[in-house]
């Protein structure tokens, strides 16, 4: 058994997160992270409409009666969507947990702990970290540069960001970016994080709703196959590398601007990624640990492994240097 903090307050078996992932995010993947004793995230953005979201939910518990949460990231929009709604739904649909991401979640703290949600939120920094355990969440989930998605404009990896957080950060916090292994959980828990979180590992599972195109794909690229985005716009985001990303690189790196890549870079043709599986038809998230994803099991397969061969690390390797 590998058990921490983390386990204790958010109420599953084991130290492992399934983080939220636009368009990934469902009740497919969800509930199997959750059977497996994992806490696994719905997409709340994902889902067109909060009452969509809330059909979601009631899907998600039909697949397993452990708990799972919702993940509700909040970014700039000229047209925002309806955020109190999902947020609302979440309350009422008795979610135990929201992972927050993006903007500060201060606005929406009053109602998840007035619903007894407890919140965890995405950070990419020490200083942002901080702020949100002065704002009163539950944990923290703290993003290295290794990660798939947006890890922020520091550039710090997770070798250094996890400790430099845990030195300020007495709730319990888990360790995003380039983990998919046991020594990844071995390694986080030894650099004072409480368990770890996944996206990429978990999209080459079984059960994650993509085509099996991009599922081949991530095992095989190395840990060298992913762009970095949107730089020149200090918006920087982690993604597969493909035609389509190569040239976003290229027109921006050139002088050009976000209006010169908008339709390159379009959520309809990433969402199209994963259903058709041409894997250059958009833009869509991968990170570096895909260098270390070999295989496509089923969720239970590959939790299970993580935790026997984490015991078996601790136990037996680490304990064998002692003298």
């Known amino acids: 058994m590998v058990r921490t903090r983390f386990c204790d307050v958010f109420g599953v078996a084991y130290p492992i997160v399934q983080g939220g992932m636009q368009w990934v ?127 922020g404009e520091d550039d710090i990896p997770g070798l250094v960001l996890i400790p430099a957080a845990a030195e300020k950060i007495t709730i319990p916090m888990i360790a995003s970016g380039g983990f998919g292994d046991a020594r990844g959980l071995v390694a986080a828990l030894a650099l004072g994080a409480d368990g770890i979180n996944m996206g990429t590992r978990f999209l080459a599972t079984a059960e994650a709703p993509v085509h099996d195109n991009v599922k081949r794909q991530l095992v095989a690229n190395t840990e060298r196959d992913t762009e970095l985005i949107f730089r020149p716009l200090r918006n920087t985001a982690r993604v597969a590398s493909n035609s389509v990303s190569r040239e976003v690189v290229g027109i921006l790196d050139r002088g050009g601007k976000f209006e010169d890549v908008r339709d390159l870079v379009a959520g309809a043709r990433g969402r199209k990624v994963f259903e058709e599986g041409d894997l250059d038809l958009g833009i869509w998230s991968a990170g570096m640990v895909q260098g270390i994803i070999t295989d496509v099991p089923t969720v239970a397969e590959l939790i299970e492994r993580i935790v026997t061969e984490a015991r078996e690390l601790i136990a037996g390797r680490l304990a064998g240097v002692l003298r």
């Not at 469902?26 to 806490?39: D, F, I, K, Q, Y």
């Not at 409409?49 to 949460?69: N, Q, S, V, Y």
């Open 25 to 151: 995010g469902r009740a497919e993947l969800t509930s199997a992270v959750a059977n497996a004793g994992g806490l696994g995230f719905l997409t709340a953005l994902t889902q067109p409409t909060p009452e969509d979201l809330a059909k979601e939910i009631a899907r998600c518990r039909e697949m397993t009666d452990r708990p799972f949460g919702v993940n509700l990231t909040i970014l700039p929009s000229i047209n925002p969507p309806p955020y109190a709604e999902y947020r609302d739904v979440i309350v009422e649909s008795g979610v135990p947990v929201v992972e927050t991401a993006g903007f500060n979640p201060a606005e929406h703290l009053p109602a998840f702990r007035a619903g007894g949600v407890k919140v965890l939120h995405k950070c990419t920094s020490v200083r942002h970290a901080v702020k949100a355990q002065e704002l009163g969440v539950d944990g923290i989930s703290i993003d290295g540069f290794e990660c798939a998605g947006h890890p």
